[in-house]
C-alpha cells in the first residue's frame, strides 16, 4: 500500500498542470493615486498605517500561521496592485503545497531558516527545485506555481511576503483535493492509491 508521502508526492506531479492554467488576470490599472477612505473621508496618517502585526497570537501545530494584509483589512490597498502576509513557522510546520493565481510572491526571511519548493511547470517534466533560506534571503514564488515552505529548525521562523497583486489568491491543494468531496473513484484513479488512503486523507480536513 503506498505511503502518505508517495500520495504527497503524486499529488505535486499530478497538479502542475492544473497549476498552470490558472487565471492569470491581472490587477485593474489604479488612475488614481489611492483609493480615499470610505465615505470621502479626509485621510490622515493612521489610513496609511497597518499595525496589526505587533502582537500575533501564534497557534503552535503543524502548519505555520499566516496573517494577510490585504484590502479586506488594510483598504488604502484598494487599486494599488499590491498585498502582503506575515507568517510564522513553530519548529515542525509547513505551509502546504499552494498557488496564487493572480499573484507572484516575494519572500523576505526576518527570523530563522527556512526550507522552501518551487515547483517549475514550464519544462516538459515538472522540474521541483528545493532552497534553504536564512535570515535576510529573499526567494521568489512566480505567478501561478506550485510552492511550500517548511521550518525543519527548532526555533521558530519568521517570514514576510509581498505580492504583486491585491487579490494573488490561493489555492491549497490539500483542501483543493480533499477537502471538497470529489468522488473517491476519482481520486484513487488518479493517484493509484487505495480508497482507505483517500478517505484517511479527506477526514484530515487540511488547509
Known amino acids: 500500500m503506498a505511503s502518505r508521502s508517495s500520495v504527497a508526492i503524486s499529488t505535486f506531479l ?22 480615499p477612505p470610505a465615505n470621502n473621508a479626509t485621510p490622515n496618517a493612521s489610513y496609511f498605517t497597518f499595525d496589526r502585526l505587533r502582537n500575533i497570537d501564534v497557534r503552535q501545530g503543524q502548519f505555520a500561521n499566516v496573517t494577510g494584509v490585504n484590502v479586506n483589512n488594510f ?3 484598494s487599486g494599488l496592485g499590491v498585498s502582503n502576509a506575515l507568517l510564522i513557522y513553530p519548529p515542525g510546520s509547513v505551509n502546504v503545497p499552494h498557488t496564487h493565481p493572480r499573484g507572484t510572491e516575494t519572500l523576505f526571511i526576518l527570523e ?30 512566480p505567478r501561478g506555481l506550485v510552492h511550500f515552505q517548511i521550518n525543519k529548525g527548532k526555533k521558530t521562523a519568521r517570514a514576510y511576503a509581498s505580492f504583486s497583486s491585491t487579490n494573488p489568491g490561493l489555492v491549497s491543494l ?34
Open 14 to 35: 499530478c497538479l502542475t498542470a492544473f497549476a498552470a492554467l490558472s487565471a492569470h488576470a491581472a490587477d485593474p490599472e489604479e488612475i488614481r493615486d489611492f483609493a
Open 174 to 207: 490539500p483542501r483543493t483535493l480533499f477537502g471538497v468531496n470529489v468522488d473517491v473513484e476519482v481520486l484513487t484513479k488518479s493517484f493509484e492509491v487505495s480508497s482507505d488512503i483517500i478517505r484517511k486523507l479527506s477526514a484530515v480536513q487540511p488547509f
Open 112 to 141: 530563522g531558516t527556512l526550507e522552501v519548493g518551487l515547483i517549475d511547470t514550464t519544462q516538459p517534466v515538472p522540474v521541483l527545485f528545493t532552497q534553504t533560506l536564512y535570515k535576510d534571503d529573499i526567494f521568489v514564488f
Open 75 to 77: 483598504p488604502v490597498l
